[in-house]
């Protein structure tokens, strides 16, 4: 059995081009979206992928209406390998892809092989991104303490209100992240100096 995928960008675009090509193909069973195909909400598509059993073929008018990226295109069809169906390509730059037929089988791999190219790129991108990031001083998730909670912690610290930790705790930080934000010595232990005077308001007196 064929099953057919169409899709337009916008609500001005009309599908009656490809649903014509695409019955035309004798296609038995057409699924349709209207979105970009950057849209991750591709209900559709999912719907004609689930509606395809073993031996049948998803058949779409282009290329570009199935993937967003070579990869997303390759995962697709990795997918409908593994079920044991079948992707046919009607028209435009993907029109020799027909993976029921040997020669549409042989153009795929190369479509497999830039995909697998494509993966390393973006490895060995996050990877000097993160190199880079770390000789910068800055690795992980973006930092919690802004410069206005910084000074609040060391209002409450100062005063004797707060210890480190239970700073820290007040702001949703853990306590080590605290101390080397403030660069402060380790001062997590104990309770917060209730009724004594802060060391700099004795030093004052004491003068």
Known sequence: MMIGYARVSTDEQNLALQLDALRSAGCEAIFEDTGS?????????????????????????????????????????????????????????????????????????????????????????????????????????????????LDHARQLIAEGRETKAGAAALLGVDAVTLRRALKGPDDLGGSPARGRCPASVRAGKAA
Not at 99 to 121: N, Q
């Open 37 to 149: 195909g950057a849209d991750d909400s591709r209900k559709g598509l999912a719907d004609a992928v689930a509606r395809c059993a073993a031996g049948d073929v998803l058949v779409a008018w282009k290329i570009d209406r199935l993937g967003r990226s070579t990869l997303d295109l390759v995962g697709l069809v990795e997918k409908l390998k593994g079920r044991g169906v079948g992707l046919k390509v009607l028209t435009g730059e993907g029109a020799s892809i027909d993976t029921t037929r040997p020669e549409g089988k042989l153009i795929f791999a190369v479509f497999a092989a830039f995909a697998e190219f494509e993966r390393e790129l973006i490895r060995e991108r996050t990877m000097a991104g993160m190199r880079a990031a770390k000789r910068r001083g800055h690795v992980g998730r973006p930092r919690k303490l802004t410069p206005h909670k």
